[in-house]
């Protein structure tokens, strides 16, 4: 039996999610959270072999989430399910830990087959991410910029772009002020950019934050 815990803020998503999960026999709910807080709480006292994570959520992002999960859970399968297209995160979560990526428009076939095929140890891989990985390796595709960033420069891009001072994101990261201002040069000089303003265009040009 797999062991599957689905995270998501939408009561509605994750009930649609749950009733299609329920309908395959070997597929079990570990459990629901609306949150990541949530999410990593259950974690520690709840057994689960496929964490199904979303992006978007309040507080700690999935990026957030997945980043601690590598942490402190290195064997739990991570399968990212978003809204945003796999243009936008896929090979940038792929590449910091995730174990495979889907929008929430997919089938219900092909997300069965992502559960199974991940918590087997291997990748998910959908047609368009594959896509992407094929252009990016033949030279075709160059890649976007914030698909180099680490995982945690990654976390801190997101709470920038969503408005958070760099004293308050030190204060949820548990990293010191001068940590962040590092992190934040970093940024502005892997994306070409010289200020928070100009990091969420980049963000809403791209497609990594709802506008």
Do not use: W
């Amino acid at each position: 039996m797999i062991q599957v815990a689905i995270v998501d803020d939408h009561q509605i998503v994750r009930t649609g999610f749950r009733e299609l999960l329920n309908e395959d026999s070997a597929i079990s709910i570990s459990f629901e959270a609306a949150n990541g807080d949530d999410a990593l709480a259950l974690l520690r006292t709840t057994p689960c072999d496929v964490l199904l994570l979303d992006i978007s959520l309040p507080g700690k992002s999935g990026v957030d989430v997945l980043r601690t999960v590598r942490q402190r859970h290195p064997d739990l399968k991570v399968l990212i399910l978003s809204g945003f297209p796999e243009e936008s995160y896929a090979l940038a979560m792929i590449k910091n830990g995730a174990n495979g990526y889907l929008c929430k428009d997919c089938e219900q076939a092909e997300l069965l087959k992502a559960i199974h095929t991940v918590s087997l140890g291997r990748r998910y891989v959908s047609s368009r991410t594959a896509e992407l990985l094929a252009d990016e390796m033949s030279g075709g595709r160059s890649g976007e910029l914030h698909e180099i960033l680490s995982d945690r420069e990654l976390q801190v891009f997101l709470r920038l772009v969503r408005g958070e001072s760099v004293s308050d994101i030190a204060e949820q990261l548990h990293l010191s002020v001068k940590t962040i201002s590092t992190y934040r040069s970093r940024l502005t000089e892997k994306l070409n950019v010289t200020s928070n303003a100009e990091l969420a265009t980049y963000a809403i040009r791209h497609g990594l934050i709802a506008q």
